[in-house]
């Protein structure tokens, strides 16, 4: 049987739309992010590549008002009125025992032995898929015709004391406001280097 393979590119405007056009923005216009675009965002998301099909991130979605002023309180001054103004702002954390979910997760082998007893190699490991997990976000919120604006100055001892309260084993580990961009909250595209900068093929 010969093989297929694909051969059928996004094409400029979605690449545009996703990458090269996409930026972070730091204010929004009043427009909801509505309960099914944030289930869209989910079911893209989680189809992005891991290892073992672990699925270590805990997403908590800050919708309410009320959720994110409390959120904005853990946050550096500079942060605080992104995330208050912003429809949805989501709390990108990890789970450190997601490995108990491996079982279904990843039925091939026992995929669970391999962390049993490694805190730390699961720490590692949840941080690392769990980050990835937060960039398959991005992608699928501007996927959907939604903007982005991650964000790193929270308290995330304090954001992982009152949203993950109850549940000792999860963590945060970073923000990401999502909405509608307005472009005058951004400044000039920042430089990117060129490929032969920070890359070589051997």
């Not at 007893?117 to 960039?135: I, P, T």
């Not at 995330?156 to 005058?184: M, N, S």
Request: hydrophobic fraction near 35%; glycine fraction near 6%; charge should be negative.
């Amino acid at each position: 049987m010969t093989q297929q393979f694909h051969d059928n590119n996004l094409s400029a405007a979605a690449l545009d739309q996703i990458f090269r056009e996409a930026r972070s923005y730091n204010g929004w216009h009043e427009k909801e992010v509505t309960d099914q675009q944030i289930k869209e965002i989910y079911e893209l998301l989680k189809m992005g590549p891991t290892s073992a099909n672990m699925q270590p991130v805990r997403l908590v979605w800050c919708k309410s008002q009320e959720s994110r002023d409390k959120l904005a309180e853990f946050a550096s001054e500079g942060n605080q009125e992104k995330i208050k103004t912003a429809p949805v702002v989501a709390i990108i954390g990890y789970d450190i025992d997601f490995h108990e979910e491996l079982p279904w997760l990843f039925p091939h082998a026992d995929a669970k032995s391999w962390f049993e007893g490694d805190e730390e190699g699961r720490k590692e490991g949840a941080a690392r898929n769990s980050a990835l997990q937060g960039a398959y976000l991005m992608i699928a919120a501007r996927a959907l015709g939604l903007d982005c604006g991650p964000m790193s100055g929270v308290d995330l001892d304090k954001i992982t004391e009152h949203f993950f309260a109850g549940q000792p084993r999860h963590r945060a580990d970073w923000v990401c406001a999502i909405g509608y961009g307005d472009k005058e909250s951004i400044f000039a595209r920042s430089p990117r280097p060129d490929f032969d900068k920070f890359n070589r093929i051997d």
